[in-house]
């Protein structure tokens, strides 16, 4: 086994230049796949998020009686599938959205008045969260005499989630594509290796040596590659989402807007995986040139 490691780094030292434009496409390959499954995680994440706090916003019309806001409160509240309505004074909501963009507080320098109106933030029932509920509960809120405009996202999550399906089923399909790429470019490279070293191989199997024998250093050497692609892929994934990270902390509010990275399980997953595609670009290179 030593020998056999022995002679794939002396094969990987001897033609470098190969083996460095494997190791450099499968990275990219990888890094390519790895920023797509990052996307539909966080992508993911944010979505089911958002079900789970699906809410409607009811702005009043102004100068509404303290009387009849607690009235329209209790009209809401009796509404079935309502689990709560918690109301939100334009002054409360002013204060909330300064805190929410104090890295851009110089917007609110020139208001001579707050624009906000007052609203009711209602939250549903869990059974209710759905589009077609949600429409129906937020046109009978709207009915109400002293409430000026609802507005709620279903709609807008509704075509964002079937724009997130789409763009997933695209990022399926170039794995695949950069899978198969990287398979050809591994064999590729192993078959160039094997042509410069078609009269030692014969030599050898003059000699006795066995397939088993002859193709081990070469399995070792395509597994490095693939290895070595998927860390450095994975390398400038991570270099690339602290960049991200640190510009929209910058951009953004806090805690407006987290992303988060891979789990380790995804990290050794695509580890795996790279190096399986180093593995695998070997066998089909081997079983061709060995027939």
Same mark, same amino acid.
């Given at each position: 086994?030593?020998?056999?490691?022995?002679?794939?780094?002396?094969? @990987?030292?001897?033609?470098?230049?190969?083996?460095?434009?494997?190791?450099?496409?499968?990275?990219?390959?990888?890094?390519?796949?790895?920023?797509?499954? =990052?996307?539909?995680?966080?992508?993911? +994440? /944010?979505?089911?998020?958002?079900?789970?706090? @699906?809410?409607?916003?009811?702005? =009043?019309?102004?100068?509404?009686?303290?009387?009849?806001?607690?009235?329209?409160?209790?009209?809401?509240?009796?509404?079935?599938?309502?689990?709560?309505?918690?109301?939100?004074?334009?002054?409360?909501?002013?204060?909330?959205?300064?805190?929410?963009?104090?890295?851009?507080?110089?917007?609110?320098?020139?208001?001579?008045?707050?624009?906000?109106?007052?609203?009711? +933030?209602?939250?549903?029932?869990?059974?209710?969260?759905?589009?077609?509920?949600?429409?129906?509960?937020?046109?009978?809120?709207?009915?109400?005499?002293?409430?000026?405009?609802?507005? $709620?996202?279903?709609?807008?999550?509704?075509?964002?989630?079937?724009?997130?399906?789409?763009?997933?089923? /695209?990022?399926?399909?170039?794995?695949?594509?950069?899978?198969?790429?990287?398979?050809?470019?591994?064999?590729?490279?192993?078959?160039?290796?094997? $042509?410069?070293?078609?009269?030692?191989?014969?030599?050898?199997?003059?000699?006795?040596?066995?397939?088993?024998?002859?193709?081990?250093?070469?399995?070792?050497?395509? =597994? @490095?590659?693939?290895?070595?692609?998927?860390?450095?892929?994975?390398?400038?994934?991570?270099?690339?989402?602290?960049?991200?990270?640190?510009?929209?902390?910058?951009?953004?509010?806090?805690?407006?807007? /987290?992303?988060?990275?891979?789990?380790?399980?995804?990290?050794?997953?695509?580890?795996?995986?790279?190096?399986?595609?180093?593995?695998?670009?070997? $066998?089909?290179?081997?079983?061709?040139?060995?027939?």
């Amino acid at each position: 086994m030593i020998l056999n490691y022995k002679r794939a780094l002396q094969d @990987i030292q001897d033609h470098r230049f190969l083996n460095v434009v494997t190791i450099i496409t499968i990275a990219i390959s990888i890094l390519i796949v790895s920023a797509f499954a =990052l996307f539909f995680v966080n992508a993911n +994440e /944010t979505i089911n998020s958002w079900k789970k706090g @699906i809410k409607i916003m009811a702005y =009043l019309k102004p100068d509404i009686p303290e009387t009849k806001v607690l009235e329209l409160k209790r009209k809401i509240q009796r509404i079935d599938g309502i689990q709560n309505a918690r109301f939100i004074s334009k002054n409360e909501a002013f204060q909330d959205l300064k805190k929410q963009m104090r890295r851009q507080s110089s917007l609110f320098e020139n208001l001579n008045k707050n624009p906000l109106p007052d609203a009711f +933030e209602i939250r549903l029932k869990a059974s209710f969260q759905n589009q077609e509920n949600v429409e129906i509960l937020a046109t009978r809120i709207e009915s109400f005499s002293q409430v000026d405009e609802v507005e $709620y996202g279903q709609r807008w999550l509704g075509q964002f989630t079937n724009f997130f399906n789409l763009f997933r089923l /695209t990022g399926y399909a170039m794995g695949g594509l950069f899978f198969m790429a990287t398979l050809l470019i591994v064999a590729n490279t192993i078959r160039l290796v094997l $042509y410069s070293r078609k009269d030692e191989v014969e030599i050898m199997r003059l000699v006795g040596a066995t397939d088993s024998f002859i193709k081990a250093p070469f399995y070792i050497e395509g =597994l @490095i590659q693939g290895a070595f692609g998927g860390i450095i892929g994975l390398a400038a994934l991570f270099v690339s989402f602290l960049l991200i990270s640190l510009k929209m902390e910058q951009g953004l509010s806090p805690g407006l807007f /987290t992303i988060r990275f891979l789990s380790p399980g995804a990290l050794c997953g695509i580890i795996l995986g790279s190096t399986f595609a180093g593995w695998i670009g070997c $066998y089909l290179s081997l079983k061709q040139f060995l027939k």
